[in-house]
């Protein structure tokens, strides 16, 4: 993330919402996105305790559609798309021949023969590129509409009461990882209920023109209840629930093997697909480093970037994610750790000097 760039970063059909909430604005992935709007903590506790509400339009909508979409992905992607039922979705990832991760992405089926691919804005220009070579010889359309979305999410354990309070759709009735169409506030709306918080929640595609119209409705229904919410605690709220971010968790360097997500690779899958023969052997030889969870006790914090060593001091793996934990108090991070390393005595170096850290089970936090 940058100081924000206005000649060069994209703005979100919100961007002038934000800036009328006095947020801090940053360039992300090139776009302008509010990193925070006051106290990064009071928003993260708000998604915990209440609902937060999140502009996410700077991600990638890519559809596939028509008779061989599932096919076209199915062979450019690691999942078995051709088994998932419409309405529902699935979180899977875009890998290259080596077995590098591309981007992760969910991927909803709308239709019969229609699909949206999600996938992070950073990558979104790859992912389109990737699917539109891979999908060559398949009988289906690759239609990017990033452009022409919106997306806001609202996540939270009061979410279900304030979007139901603006909508007629059977919100009870949409499970987890799964997608409806339905008019939230008089708006066309394809809502999902996947989230990248820990928490429940909702994600609402609506047309770019109508976005800030939905965020306002989601706002004065939500009032004191919804507080809107940037980066900074979209971060920390992934963290806690030990989810991948691309960049750090994730990236060409590593296999979903590596990630401890090897499920998604679904090697049973009728025919053949990008990375088959790689990940075959990848599922037969343990990795040679394991994404784990870290918890120090006490001020100092493990950040991206910093090693993790032995009790002697020799460098054992390095931190991907790491922040203060708004919920438990403490600090908290992810991070590889080479295969066999004995994690009595474990420290991260941090800024020369060895703070203890114990592994623990990821997520570290879940909703109960």
């Not at 629930?241 to 997500?261: C, F, H, V, W």
């Not at 004995?342 to 020369?352: I, W």
Request: net charge negative; charged share 20%.
């Amino acid at each position: 993330m940058s100081a924000p760039t206005d000649a060069t970063a994209k703005k979100t059909p919100l961007h002038e919402v934000h800036v009328g909430l006095g947020a801090n604005l940053v360039d992300f992935a090139g776009h302008l996105m509010p990193l925070r709007y006051g106290s990064e903590t009071a928003e993260h506790t708000a998604v915990r305790t209440s609902a937060g509400l999140f502009d996410l339009s700077h991600m990638g909508e890519i559809f596939l559609s028509g008779p061989q979409a599932a096919a076209a992905l199915d062979y450019a992607l690691v999942g078995n798309l051709s088994a998932l039922a419409v309405g529902r979705a699935r979180y899977t990832m875009i890998c290259d021949a080596a077995g590098g991760v591309l981007d992760d992405l969910i991927v909803y089926r709308v239709a019969d023969e229609t699909f949206l691919v999600v996938a992070n804005a950073a990558n979104s220009a790859t992912v389109r590129s990737e699917l539109l070579a891979r999908s060559e010889g398949y009988e289906t359309a690759v239609d990017d509409r990033s452009e022409s979305y919106g997306l806001i999410a609202i996540q939270g354990p009061r979410a279900h009461e304030i979007l139901a309070g603006i909508t007629d759709a059977p919100l009870g009735e949409l499970k987890y990882y799964a997608i409806m169409a339905g008019r939230v506030a008089g708006i066309d709306t394809l809502i999902a209920r996947t989230g990248y918080t820990g928490e429940d929640g909702f994600e609402l595609f609506v047309a770019h023109t109508d976005a800030v119209r939905l965020w306002q409705a989601l706002a004065e229904a939500g009032g004191e209840d919804l507080r809107p919410a940037g980066l900074s605690a979209r971060d920390t709220l992934r963290l806690e629930a030990g989810m991948p971010l691309y960049g750090n968790e994730l990236s060409t360097e590593t296999t979903p093997y590596d990630a401890g997500l090897g499920r998604v690779v679904k090697l049973d899958k009728p025919g053949d697909f990008v990375g088959k023969t790689v990940f075959t052997a990848l599922s037969q030889t343990p990795p040679g480093r394991t994404l784990v969870g870290l918890v120090t006790r006490g001020r100092r914090v493990p950040r991206h970037g910093y090693d993790v060593v032995t009790s002697d001091g020799t460098p054992c793996g390095v931190v991907t994610s790491g922040a203060p934990s708004p919920t438990l108090g403490h600090p908290i991070a992810m991070a590889y750790l080479n295969t066999g390393v004995d994690t009595d005595g474990l420290a991260v170096d941090v800024r020369g000097r060895p703070e203890p850290a114990e592994v623990v089970a990821l997520p570290f936090y879940k909703r109960s």
